[in-house]
DNA sequence: ATCAGTGCAAACCATTTGCAAATTA
DNA sequence: TAATTTGCAAATGGTTTGCACTGAT
């Protein structure tokens, strides 16, 4: 019960095995290209309907760049947390810190904020292309 | 010397205007909706390009949105902030706290990060929307 | 046999750009 | 007047959508 629609088709496992690949984020248009090499190719639009899928799901999380566009990552977004992206291979590090979420919610007591949501980005280089 | 070009015009001075007005983030669009009740209109492509002029010389500051769109607000980025955003009435505070900055080093040595930029938001309700 | 998923082409929308006319210094 | 700025319309580029077809259960 409760299970709701799911088929498995070749393109939604060429998209998550991609994803599952590597710890970075890939732009719609990066998986679309990568997928034209692989022997069945897959349309883009679907490779934006397949990410709405999983990020519905929880499957993927989200952040859209500077210029504007949407990039994905595989990691489950239960967890509250903060990514380290590094900007030389784009790796990308869920930091889980507890210090940093006690600091967030401090905010209401110096400025007299009422939190209700707080999202932290850091970007440099990882401990390989340091 | 070094007086790069700036001539004032219309267009800026009431933009910029707008922009000083509220604290909050306006979005290209909403600054062409506001200007066309003003006597004299501003065409959308020089709200853009009044804006990349305001952002190069580090008058405003700007963010794009969870939908990808550009979103722009008067203050000075010379210092290095972050933004608390209310999603009640979307005033924009400034939040320059040294011990966000601190806890940003921190990741180095925790995660064996080398810093190069971090960025913190914070949406909740100001003090007078709480 | 159904219902979900896919491809394609067209539609959208925010942003950018070319160019001639208008404006500032 | 010389150089910048503006407006308009057309071009971009990412993302979405309608629809008929294909594929999964």
Known sequence: MG?????????????????????RFFSAAEIHRRLEDE?????LSTVYRTLEHLLERGEIAARVDESGESTY???????HHHHAICRVCGRVEDVTCSTMDQL?????QLHGFELDDHKMEFSGRCRACR
Chains 1, 2 share one sequence.
């Open 3 to 23: 299970t709701r629609s799911a088929y498995v088709t070749k393109p939604r496992e060429q998209i998550t095995a991609l994803l599952r690949a590597e710890p």
């Open 39 to 43: 022997a069945s190719k897959v349309s």
């Open 73 to 79: 990552t595989m990691c489950a977004p239960e967890r």
């Open 104 to 108: 967030a919610e401090s905010l209401r």
